[in-house]
């Protein structure tokens, strides 16, 4: 296992909060709607399942993670055109673009500590 720098390990824990916000931003768009938990549940199901790959630290789950998030901007930028008044929506959309940019800037300042790694790791065999 490898040890995370200081920076990656403050994106780490921005991404995991800013996941965590935008399903509990999507939370409460859902019940403000008035539907119910099933819809709630379907709307961030795919989110949930690819933070288990992101719990792994696996950068091409990252990867992926970042374009499912290009989902969620677009209905975001959906909703906010729909009900610009409402800051919840708003809301959602600051979220998704703030968890959009940790991930790459996750993924990129990662990378180069993980090649690192190998390449310290090769050298020394």
């Not at 768009?29 to 696996?58: M, N, Q, T």
């Not at 789950?61 to 708003?90: G, H, K, M, Q």
């Not at 991930?103 to 020394?124: D, H, L, N, P």
Request: net charge positive; glycine share 4%; hydrophobic share 55%.
């Amino acid at each position: 296992m490898m040890l995370r720098g200081k920076l990656t390990s403050r994106l780490w824990s921005t991404l995991w909060f800013l996941s965590a916000a935008l399903i509990i931003q999507g939370a409460l768009e859902v019940f403000e709607l008035g539907a119910r938990w099933p819809v709630w549940l379907l709307s961030v199901a795919p989110l949930l399942l690819f933070l288990i790959g992101v719990a792994r630290d696996s950068l091409h789950w990252l990867i992926w993670y970042c374009l499912l998030l290009l989902f969620y901007f677009i209905s975001a930028v959906e909703d906010t055109f729909a009900r610009p008044d409402n800051l919840i929506v708003v809301s959602g959309l600051v979220i998704v673009v703030l968890l959009f940019s940790t991930c790459t800037a996750y993924i990129r300042f990662r990378g180069r500590e993980k090649r690192a790694f190998e390449e310290q790791r090769v050298s020394s065999e």
